[in-house]
Every structure is written in structure tokens, then in C-alpha cells.
């Protein structure tokens, strides 16, 4: 594809398949927790730190327990595959964790253990996501195709992320199913699905990948840098974890807020879903020629014009009052997204040491899962504020990511397009 390398592609297809298993997951939970089949704690009435214990926090907690956990592992797994000088067989593992958990919620009877296994598959998809981020790195023969091998990855993925939730909603609602000997569920059957994707994946991985050889090159220290060397105050792979947070941050702003948003817009669950996917949406169609145009002008621009646009993206979301005003708002939520991502994953590619990718990588990719984690909790606590505030929040948030990268982050494409020069000041 584009003259990607094969086994990127195939990694790419893999992690398609396993996002639309992990997105499913995101729709046919809450609706799970609140169907009556699983035993609920009896919290009624009870709070915590004044908060009060209702099915919607038990609901969040749930999901947001597979980011938390699932970020706070990457640098840990990121390590290993570093030190061991091995991905596939980390890939491979965390896939199979994946497909068990799945199964493991069909049977699950309590609230309590479908919390349990959340968090078992939280901790799978550590293994999956930094690993296979530096397998596509190491996959790289040179600069000048990092960033579209990140863009064909990431495309390929936001496919599965951004079209898992909708054909979860009609699995869950075609259920129940007549089997010869037995009926299935709706929900028994998303969750088959579920299953049928982490396998599908794993077969892709087990027999048509084949790892490069690697240097084992990671130290023993865990820390993250977070101060540069020389003139820089902080280390640019830090600053673009920071970036990468508050990028994801805004994106999930948007979810927590469904019902004040089509109460505001007059408008049914139908505008929201489209809205909502308007920003994966943008990245599927953006982040292939974002991805390469990095590798021949330069990542940093696409940084800065990208965090840039953010701004206006998320703020506008807190003012607009029509459906179709929204739904530009965040189409253009999606264009600056995609101006980051594949560029950010790329600089930090290109800094990673011999043997140390998944080291450098595993701190963006747990920056962006600890984003899609805290950002229905800061849209749900700011609520409150004003239905502006969150999406005002989240904007200072791109500024201050902005100034960040701008001085923080150097170009590092050999022979790129000067800042300067990208902005039409000649330099």
C-alpha cells in the first residue's frame, strides 16, 4: 500500500482487527452493566469524597480502568521488549490475554468481576500497544518513511476504533440469536466478536510477521527524562508525551457530554454518533499524506500548524448551536489530530536509540491512553462549571502543548522544510 513495507501493512490489518474487538467493548459495556444481567454492588445511597455512587460512575470506572491500567504497563512492557530484544512474542501474548478477557465476560456474573477482568485486559493491551508501535518503527528503513509507515498504521487502526462501536450497536440489537442447540445472546454475541477479532489478529501476527533483527539497547533505569540537555529545559520526547496527553484529552471530552450536547443542539443519538465520529473520520482520511508529507517537508511544522488548529477546534465546540456546526467543528477536531499524531510518533522514532524504540514509544502511547482515560472524567467534573468550560479547558490545554513542542522540540528530518520557511517567512 503506497509502498509501505508488507509486514507493515499486516500489522496495520492486525491491529485493525484488535480495535474493532476493544471498541466493541466500549458500547456493549455500559449497556451490559445497566441490563439487569450482572449483580450491581449495593451502594445506593452510599458516595465517595462526596461523589455519589450511581450507575453512571460505576460505568465510568469500568471503562476507564483498562486505560489507566493499560498506560501506567507501556512503559514497563515497552522496556522488556526493549532489554529482550523481542516484539512478536510480546504481541502474541497480550493478544491472547485479549481473547480470553472477552470470553471471561460472557461468564462473569458480578459487577465486581467484570471488574476484575477489565483490568486483566487492560493489562494485555499494554503488551500489545508499544510493542507493535516499535515494530513498525524498526520496521522503518529509513527516515524518510517513518512517518508514512506510522500513518498507514494509524489509518488501518482508526478503522477498527472508529467502526467497532456502530456494528457493536447492531449486534447488541439483532440479539437474541437462535443457534441449533442453543441461543446466544446479543451481548454473548458482541462479545463473540470480540473474541473472533483478538484471534484474527493473533493469525496475522503468528504467520506473517517476521521481526527484524534488533540490538538490545535499553538501560535499566525506568525513569522517564523529563529535562533535556544543553539549551533545552525539557526532553522532546517528554514534551511530545505532554503534547500527545492533552491532545487525546480533547478528543475525550466529547463523550461524557452526549446528553446536555443533543439537548443543547436539538438533536437524537444519531447526530451525536455522527459527530462523534467525525474526528476518527478525518484521521482515516488524513493520516496516510499527513504521514507522508512529514517524511518530506519536515514533522515539526505539522506539530505546531496541528496543535495550532486544535485551539479553535475544541473551544468552538463549548459556543456552537446547530448540529451541522458541531459536526464541523469536529471534522476540523480531526484534521488538526491527525496533523500531530503521525508526525509526533515519527520525531519520536526518530530520537529512539538502537534497540530503544519501545522505550521512546511506549511514552506516547501511554500519554494518549491516560488522555482517553482522564478526559471523560475532567468533561464529567467541569460539567458542572458550564457547558462551555470543559471545551475552554481543553483549548488552553493545546495552547500550552503548543508552546511546548515550539520550544521544546527540534526538527529532526534531515533537510527539512525550516518552521520559518513553512510559515512564509523565508527563512
Not at 533535556?228 to 508525551?241: I, M, T, W
Amino acid at each position: 500500500m503506497f509502498g509501505t513495507d508488507r509486514r507493515v501493512v499486516v500489522l496495520a490489518l492486525a491491529r485493525m482487527a484488535d480495535a474493532v474487538a476493544n471498541s466493541f467493548l466500549i458500547v456493549v459495556l455500559p449497556l451490559y452493566i445497566a441490563s439487569g444481567e450482572l449483580a450491581l454492588p449495593g451502594y445506593a445511597g452510599a458516595s465517595i469524597l462526596g461523589f455519589p455512587i450511581t450507575l453512571e460512575l460505576l460505568i465510568g470506572v469500568a471503562l476507564s480502568l483498562f486505560g489507566f491500567l493499560n498506560s501506567f504497563a507501556q512503559p514497563f512492557t515497552g522496556r522488556l521488549s526493549d532489554r529482550t530484544s523481542r516484539r512478536k512474542v510480546y504481541i502474541l501474548f497480550g493478544l491472547a490475554v485479549l481473547a480470553v478477557t472477552s470470553v471471561a465476560y460472557a461468564l462473569v456474573e458480578s459487577y465486581e468481576a467484570l471488574v476484575v477482568v477489565r483490568g486483566l485486559q487492560g493489562l494485555g493491551g499494554a503488551f500489545v500497544i508499544p510493542t507493535t508501535i516499535a515494530l513498525v518503527n524498526d520496521l522503518a528503513r529509513s527516515d524518510e518513511e517513518r512517518g508514512g509507515n506510522f500513518g498507514v498504521f494509524n489509518t488501518f487502526r482508526l478503522v477498527g476504533f472508529g467502526f467497532g462501536p456502530v456494528v457493536a450497536g447492531l449486534v447488541v440489537q439483532a440479539g437474541p440469536y437462535a443457534l441449533p442447540y442453543a441461543t446466544l445472546s446479543g451481548f454473548d454475541a458482541a462479545f463473540g466478536v470480540a473474541v473472533v477479532g483478538a484471534l484474527v489478529s493473533f493469525t496475522l501476527v503468528t504467520v506473517l510477521i517476521e521481526e527484524p533483527p534488533m540490538t538490545a539497547g535499553a538501560s535499566k533505569d525506568l525513569s522517564i527524562a523529563v529535562f533535556g540537555d544543553g539549551d533545552r529545559l525539557l526532553d522532546p520526547v517528554f514534551v511530545l508525551g505532554v503534547g500527545t496527553l492533552f491532545m487525546a484529552v480533547s478528543i475525550a471530552l466529547f463523550a461524557t457530554l452526549q446528553e446536555p450536547i443533543n439537548r443543547r443542539l436539538g438533536q437524537g443519538p444519531t447526530w451525536f454518533g455522527v459527530q462523534f465520529s467525525a474526528v476518527v473520520i478525518a484521521n482515516i482520511a488524513l493520516q496516510v499524506p499527513v504521514g507522508r508529507a512529514a517524511d518530506r517537508i519536515g514533522r515539526k511544522p505539522f506539530l505546531l500548524w496541528g496543535l495550532l488548529l486544535l485551539v479553535p477546534a475544541v473551544s468552538v465546540q463549548g459556543v456552537v448551536t446547530s448540529s451541522v456546526a458541531m459536526l464541523l467543528a469536529r471534522l476540523v477536531h480531526g484534521v488538526s489530530v491527525a496533523m500531530v499524531f503521525a508526525p509526533a510518533l515519527a520525531v519520536a522514532g526518530d530520537l529512539a536509540g538502537e534497540g530503544e524504540s519501545g522505550t521512546t514509544l511506549s511514552v506516547l502511547t501511554m500519554a494518549f491512553g491516560l488522555g482517553t482515560a482522564i478526559g471523560p472524567l475532567l468533561s464529567g467534573a467541569l460539567f458542572g462549571f458550564g457547558f462551555a468550560i470543559p471545551f475552554a479547558v481543553g483549548a488552553v490545554l493545546a495552547v500550552v502543548a503548543f508552546v511546548l513542542v515550539f520550544t521544546q522540540v527540534e526538527e529532526t528530518l534531515e533537510g527539512a522544510v525550516t518552521v520559518g520557511a513553512f510559515l512564509g517567512r523565508g527563512e
